[in-house]
């Protein structure tokens, strides 16, 4: 399995532009989880999902960000409009079940300038 | 709720000596799952170790081990015979045990390994 896979990889945009980040989770696995990662607030948890479904979006800072995941191969996280502060790297993680652990991605680092 | 305290921002080890990272939690699951990553320069997530909590019997992979203390809600990360290549940031987690749970991470604590 070639794992969890994000793009881009990297990403920078003017403020006020639309980003979009994109996660393909493993074949197989039934939750998906969008976290941002940054120096000052570590790893935050912005969304998941089970079964294609949210079920906690309470970590999502602002309606400026939004999730979508519709089918269970494929999810977005999208910001419109960006600002600097959204800087960070975004993390997908997929799992099968929790005693089975969970599979991370290799990150979006996106700069907003 | 629940959440995970790491009160070690850094740490530093010599090579080939053992070090142990500390993490404490709370949760208000009744069953849940423990887990360490690493997080080394290329910022690749990486499960180093995962615990159960029903389970006494501390978790074990190869120079990798957990001193797992459940009354005191306490899961230190214990590296033996530390190497280069375990420098790193270290992530202590917590998750719940439904199939819909989700992974609540502490705030990390970077680990030097001196040669």
């Known amino acids: 399995d070639a794992g969890v896979i994000q793009s881009p990889r990297h990403e920078v945009t003017e403020m006020g532009q639309e980003v979009t980040l994109r996660c393909k989770p493993i074949?197989?696995?039934?939750?998906l989880f969008w976290y941002r990662q940054t120096m000052m607030r570590g790893l935050e948890l912005l969304i998941y999902f089970n079964n294609n479904v949210p079920i906690d979006d309470s970590g999502m800072p602002e309606d400026r960000f939004s999730a979508k995941m519709p089918n269970a191969s494929f999810s977005t996280l999208k910001i419109q409009p960006s600002e600097p502060r959204d800087s960070a790297v975004y993390f997908c993680?997929?799992?099968?079940?929790?005693?089975?652990?969970?599979?991370f991605g290799s990150g979006t680092r996106l700069t907003v300038v | 709720a629940q959440t995970v305290t790491q009160s070690q921002p850094e740490m530093s080890v010599q090579e080939a000596e053992t070090v142990t990272l500390s993490c404490t939690y709370d949760t208000s699951e009744s069953d849940y799952y423990l887990f360490w990553y690493k997080q080394p320069p290329s910022r690749q997530m990486i499960l180093v170790i995962r615990?159960?909590?029903?389970?006494?019997q501390n978790a074990t992979e190869n120079r990798f081990s957990v001193n797992f203390q459940k009354a005191a809600k306490s899961f230190s990360l214990k590296i033996s015979d530390s190497q280069l290549g375990d420098a790193a940031m270290y992530f202590c987690a917590v998750s719940g045990s439904s199939n819909t749970g989700k992974l609540i991470f502490g705030q990390g604590t970077t680990l030097q390994v001196k040669p």
């Open positions: 074949s197989g696995h039934n939750s």
């Open positions: 993680a997929s799992s099968l079940d929790s005693i089975y652990g969970y599979t």
């Open positions: 615990q159960e909590a029903y389970k006494q």
